[in-house]
T-cell receptor, first 114, second 115 residues
């Protein structure tokens, strides 16, 4: 079964500390992996998409790595700010999935304390 | 403004009632999706459509129905058969095809509650 897991479910850090968010998936045959941000009661905002052929993607303070062989991705947020407080979701598009289906992890809820 | 519009933002359903959630996109995307999100959980796929007049069941289609009569629109009906409809519903769209660069774009969501 193709599954995506995010641990921990919640994380609290002081402002300025680097954030490290983990995502693991059960099947290495993937098209891509996407990280999203979700603010309370809102939709999803795409942060980064890593194609299966890539090892990492960077955007500003965000860096996402991908290790297909071990079934892991890590999202790094440098020098965290209170505005980074949100839930971060990881989603994978597996080769064998019908249509363009994304399989989501349960998310990590992040609180950055001033 | 290009994007995905979901309406209404909040919706209340009475027992035995069918309700319809609207999703419209002006991104010229062929594929559209409906997801359900329960508190503290990730998203689960209800239905998806890769082309007009065609749609497929996702992982949790029971108690839901959809139509895709226009490329821009993909409404979701929550029927009385769905016994636990309280959730946050998200619509998404993307270009079609299993390319590695295929990104799904999401609407702002509809929160459905049972009266």
């Amino acid at each position: 079964k193709q599954e995506v897991t995010q641990i921990p479910a919640a994380l609290s850090v002081p402002e300025g500390e680097n954030l490290v968010l983990n995502c693991s998936f059960t099947d290495s045959a993937i098209y891509n992996l996407q990280w999203f941000r979700q603010d309370p009661g809102k939709g999803l905002t795409s942060l980064l998409l890593i194609q299966s052929s890539q090892r990492e993607q960077t955007s500003g303070r965000l860096n996402a790595s991908l290790d297909k062989s071990s079934g892991r991705s890590t999202l790094y947020i440098a020098a965290s700010q209170p505005g980074d407080s949100a839930t971060y979701l990881c989603a994978v598009r597996f080769y064998k999935a019908a249509g363009n289906k994304l399989t989501f992890g349960g998310g990590t809820r992040v609180l950055v304390k001033p | 403004d290009g994007g995905i519009t979901q309406s209404p933002k909040y919706l209340f359903r009475k027992e035995g009632q069918n309700v319809t959630l609207s999703c419209e996109q002006n991104l010229n995307h062929d594929a559209m999706y409906w997801y359900r999100q329960d508190p503290g959980q990730g998203l689960r796929l209800i239905y998806y459509s890769q082309i007009v007049n065609d749609f497929q069941k996702g992982d949790i289609a029971e108690g839901y129905s959809v139509s895709r009569e226009k490329k821009e629109s993909f409404p979701l009906t929550v029927t009385s058969a769905q016994k636990n409809p309280t959730a946050f519903y998200l619509c998404a769209s993307s270009i079609n095809g299993p390319t590695a660069k295929n990104i799904q774009y999401f609407g702002a969501g509809t929160r459905l509650s049972v009266l």
